[in-house]
């Protein structure tokens, strides 16, 4: 299959992230893209093109326009301040406040973020405006004349929401591909989110909607991070209900329980009949992942492929989280060669 990447994810790269109470260096680091491209060229996956620029349009579709006109902005305004270092959020409205937008920028990167887990620097903007059209680039492809893309994304975009970054997140890939499906004809996308962390972005955007069905595998948000979204009772709201399935997974779990919810999710999106199926690929779910708790190993990858091949669908792979940098090629290009094989 193809991959579609472009260069500009560098632009993106911060100094610090808070975990476990200390600043630490990024997990999510430029390499970690460069390890996936070095393995697609290793297994001659196929050819690797540079996205085309869709616009912002596409983005508008599912994130608000004042969310994406302040993240295109926010380093400039932040830059005029006299500050050079790293933007980070201090302060999110409580529960029983009035979401009123101030006016700086301090406080509106509270107000457009729900974590302090999406530090941006001076080309966080146009990486992550790049990683979009990357997405719609591959899902471009498949329409026209392949079964089957790889968007090679970073940043990741699932834990973005209609108007809040966070967990190193800023456009939500997945979410904006499969509402360009739906645009250029599609009636119904899948996602099935595989990331180890649960895709709340993804489920916030589409909480509503029958038209794109929201399936995610992740850690228990009763002790794994985003820590509010990710239950199994979250079932989706009004037209929406129905059409989103969360299967929170035990700490320690291995391709035996994993696959056993993989299994049902893949049951509940052949039911639902759709015209395209979008994986958001993490692949934190890896043994060796340093933030996360299941415990994949490398050759799981490839089963999971020859899974989600059987499903049978045009599918789109949007490379989302996976912080093991030295496997994060094999494991997430093992997915890959086996959906192909
Ligand atoms: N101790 C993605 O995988 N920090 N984002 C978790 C755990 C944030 C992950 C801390 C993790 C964000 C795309
Ligand atoms: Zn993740």
């Keep these: 299959m193809r991959t579609f990447y472009s260069e500009a994810h560098r632009l993106h790269h911060c100094n610090a992230e808070l975990n476990e109470g200390q600043l630490m260096p990024c997990f999510e680091m430029p390499s970690r893209a460069d390890m996936v491209l070095d393995r697609v060229k290793h297994t001659n ?3 690797i093109l540079e996205p085309t620029d869709f616009g912002f349009a596409p983005l508008t579709r599912v994130h608000s326009e004042r969310y994406v006109e302040f993240l295109a902005q926010a380093w400039e305004r932040w830059a005029a301040l006299g500050r050079e270092h790293d933007m980070l959020p201090l302060a999110w409205p ?3 406040t009035l979401a009123r937008c101030p ?15 999406a530090p941006m620097n001076a080309g ?9 059209q990357v997405a719609l680039s591959a899902l471009a492809c498949i329409n026209r004349e392949e079964s089957a893309a790889f968007a090679l994304c970073r940043p990741p975009g699932h834990h973005a929401g209609i108007d809040y970054m966070g967990g190193y997140c800023y456009l939500n890939n997945a979410a904006i591909a499969a509402q360009a499906a739906l645009d250029s004809g599609a009636s119904r996308v899948a996602v099935l989110d595989v990331d180890f962390h ?14 794109v069905l929201f399936t995610s595998l992740h850690g228990d948000p009763r002790r794994e991070y985003p820590c509010f979204t990710g239950y199994a009772d979250e079932r989706g709201e009004g037209a929406g209900l129905g059409f989103n399935f969360n299967y929170p997974l035990a700490p320690g779990s291995d391709w035996t329980a994993w696959s056993q919810a993989l299994s049902d999710a893949m ?10 199926l979008i994986v958001s690929l993490g692949v934190d779910t890896f043994k060796d992942d340093p933030i996360s708790s299941f415990k994949l190993d490398s050759d799981d990858y490839l089963r999971l492929g020859e899974q989600l091949a059987l499903l049978g669908l045009p599918t789109l792979f949007v490379m989302e989280g996976g912080y093991a940098v030295e496997e994060i090629g094999i494991n997430a290009v093992n997915v890959l060669t086996a959906f192909d094989a």
Aim: hydrophobic share 30%.
């Design 45 to 47: 996956l196929g050819q």
């Design 94 to 96: 409580p529960r029983r």
């Design 103 to 117: 006016e700086d920028i301090d406080g509106q990167l509270g107000f457009y973020s729900f974590d302090a887990g």
């Design 124 to 132: 966080t903007w146009e990486a992550a405006y790049q990683g979009a």
């Design 198 to 211: 649960h895709g709340n972005g993804t489920q916030d955007i589409f909480y509503q909607r029958p038209d």
């Design 267 to 276: 049951r509940v999106i052949a039911g639902y009949q759709p015209d395209a």
